[in-house]
């Protein structure tokens, strides 16, 4: 099992940034797969979740309106689309998986920084 | 919404139990069983210890248990090891299919 994230990087405030997150070894359409970020030094944040069938979308209040979540399943890869970045979104994101009907993280990316600074 | 409320650090002796609190709401932690727990080492993406409220994944030693009474849920380690220093969460689902997590504790072996 493996998730691979990438496309992390340094942005300026208001600016964009793609996020990619390629997935191994599993049943992708089997799992919903999320977004959790942790800024520098702090806990762990939920940001966004798109359902096993891709249907379904779900963004937490801090970030609804500036991250999009998708995903391509055939390439068994998701993406979170930034934009209108503020200094508060500087973190580490990881892409999790979770079972479809479960609500927990069972697999976890290494993570990728995303530092919003001018 | 704000984070599930955890103590900041707890510690103990090696071969001691040491039990992390999650505190929440009737809307989070006391309203669904769906209350699920992560170790994170240093530098490192956090790992399922528990999920469910007091299941365990395989592979995920049976010194770790999971239980929950109202809106407090508890993370047990029995028999503190070294290796076990790190940082818990706890995550609950909040409903509308949002995710909250705790502050995070930070464990360390005497």
């Known amino acids: 099992v493996q998730l691979v994230e990438s496309g992390g990087g340094v942005v300026q405030p208001g600016g964009s940034l793609r996020l990619s997150c390629a997935a191994s070894?599993?049943?992708?359409?089997?799992?919903?797969i999320h977004w959790v970020r942790q800024a520098p030094g702090k806990g762990l944040e939920w940001a966004a979740c798109v359902r096993f069938d891709g249907h379904n979308r779900y963004y937490a209040d801090s970030v609804k309106g500036r991250l999009s979540i998708s995903r391509d399943d055939s390439k068994n890869m998701v993406f979170l689309q930034m934009s209108r970045l503020r200094g508060d979104d500087t973190a580490v994101y990881y892409c999790a998986a979770s079972p479809s009907g479960y609500r927990d993280f069972d697999f976890w990316g290494q993570g990728t920084l995303v530092a919003v600074s001018s | 919404q704000s984070a599930l409320t955890q103590p900041r650090s707890v510690s103990g002796s090696p071969g001691q139990s040491v039990t992390i609190s999650c505190t929440g709401t009737?809307?989070?932690?006391?309203?669904?069983?769906?209350v699920s727990w992560y170790q994170q080492h240093p530098g490192k993406a956090p790992k399922l210890l528990i999920y469910d409220v007091t299941k365990r994944p395989s592979g995920v030693p049976d010194r770790f248990s999971g239980s929950k009474s109202g809106n407090t849920a508890s993370l047990t380690i029995s028999g503190l090891q070294a290796e076990d220093e790190a940082d818990y969460y706890c995550c609950s689902y909040a409903g509308i299919y949002s995710l909250l997590f705790g502050s995070g504790t930070k464990v360390t072996a005497l």
């Open positions: 070894g599993f049943t992708f359409t089997s799992y919903d």
């Open positions: 009737s809307s989070d932690v006391g309203g669904y069983d769906y």
